[in-house]
C-alpha cells in the first residue's frame, strides 16, 4: 500500500511546527541535539561521518560536523547529482560550497566517498515516530542511496541517526517499503534508540 498521500500532510504540519521554533531556541536545541549525538557510542566510534548542511529551519548541522572534526573523523556531505541521485563527498573546512537545484548548500567538489566506507549517516528529516520510521524532505534521496540497508543481514553499515526538533514527532507513520528506517533519533530532549 502507498501512503504518499498522509506522509505528504505529516510532512506539511512537521515543517511547519520546526519553522515556527525561533532562532534562539532553535541554536539551543540543536546544541543540546549535538551533545546528545556526541555522547552515543555509534558516535564515538564511528571513523566516517554523512552528516547533511542544514537549512535555516532544520537541526543546525554546524556543530556536529565542528565536533565530528575535532574528534579526528572523516566528515562528509550529499551532494545531488543528475537525474536524482546523491553522492557523498569529503568535507574539509576549506571545502567550496555551492547552492543546488533545491537552494540547499552542497560541497563543490567531486571527490565521492564509497558507502562502505561511511559508519554513520546523520539524516534530515520532517518527521519521526518512535518506531524508528521517518518522513523526509520529499526527493527520496536517502532511501535511494541507502536501499541496501534494507536488508540490513548484508550489509549493516552505516548506521542512520535522524535528528530532530521535538516538535517533529508522529504518532504514527506510515511506512512505504522502500523506507529506510532510522537506527536512532535524537531530539532536544530524547535520544531514541530502535
Given at each position: 500500500m502507498n501512503?504518499t498521500a498522509?506522509q505528504?500532510?505529516?510532512?506539511?504540519?512537521?515543517?511547519?511546527?520546526?519553522?515556527q521554533?525561533d532562532?534562539l531556541k532553535?541554536?539551543?536545541?540543536s546544541?543540546?541535539?549535538?551533545?546528545r549525538l556526541e555522547r552515543?557510542?555509534?558516535?564515538?566510534?564511528?571513523?566516517?561521518?554523512?552528516?547533511?548542511l542544514?537549512?535555516?529551519?532544520e537541526?543546525?548541522?554546524?556543530e556536529?560536523?565542528?565536533?565530528s572534526?575535532?574528534a579526528?573523523k572523516s566528515v562528509?556531505?550529499?551532494?545531488?547529482?543528475?537525474?536524482?541521485?546523491?553522492?557523498?563527498v569529503?568535507?574539509e573546512a576549506?571545502?567550496?560550497?555551492r547552492?543546488n537545484?533545491?537552494?540547499l548548500?552542497?560541497p563543490a567538489?567531486s571527490?565521492k566517498?564509497?558507502?562502505?566506507d561511511?559508519?554513520l549517516?546523520i539524516t534530515?528529516?520532517?518527521?519521526f515516530?518512535e518506531s524508528?520510521?521517518r518522513i523526509?524532505?520529499?526527493?527520496g534521496?536517502?532511501?535511494?542511496?541507502?536501499?541496501?540497508l534494507?536488508h540490513r543481514?548484508?550489509?549493516?553499515?552505516?548506521r542512520?541517526?535522524g535528528i530532530?526538533?521535538?516538535?517533529?514527532r508522529?504518532?504514527?507513520?506510515?511506512e512505504?517499503?522502500?523506507?529506510i528506517?532510522l537506527?536512532a533519533c535524537i531530539t532536544e530532549?530524547?535520544?531514541y534508540?530502535?
Amino acid at each position: 500500500m502507498n501512503h504518499t498521500a498522509d506522509q505528504s500532510e505529516l510532512r506539511k504540519n512537521s515543517i511547519r511546527a520546526r519553522r515556527q521554533l525561533d532562532n534562539l531556541k532553535r541554536l539551543a536545541y540543536s546544541d543540546r541535539i549535538a551533545d546528545r549525538l556526541e555522547r552515543l557510542p555509534v558516535f564515538r566510534s564511528a571513523n566516517t561521518v554523512a552528516v547533511y548542511l542544514s537549512s535555516w529551519d532544520e537541526v543546525d548541522t554546524s556543530e556536529i560536523i565542528l565536533r565530528s572534526w575535532r574528534a579526528n573523523k572523516s566528515v562528509v556531505a550529499p551532494m545531488i547529482k543528475k537525474i536524482s541521485r546523491m553522492a557523498f563527498v569529503k568535507l574539509e573546512a576549506d571545502t567550496q560550497l555551492r547552492n543546488n537545484r533545491y537552494g540547499l548548500l552542497e560541497p563543490a567538489a567531486s571527490h565521492k566517498v564509497c558507502t562502505r566506507d561511511i559508519n554513520l549517516v546523520i539524516t534530515p528529516l520532517s518527521a519521526f515516530d518512535e518506531s524508528g520510521a521517518r518522513i523526509g524532505m520529499g526527493g527520496g534521496y536517502y532511501d535511494r542511496y541507502f536501499s541496501q540497508l534494507a536488508h540490513r543481514h548484508a550489509f549493516v553499515h552505516p548506521r542512520m541517526i535522524g535528528i530532530a526538533f521535538d516538535c517533529q514527532r508522529a504518532t504514527k507513520i506510515p511506512e512505504n517499503p522502500w523506507d529506510i528506517s532510522l537506527y536512532a533519533c535524537i531530539t532536544e530532549n530524547t535520544a531514541y534508540t530502535f
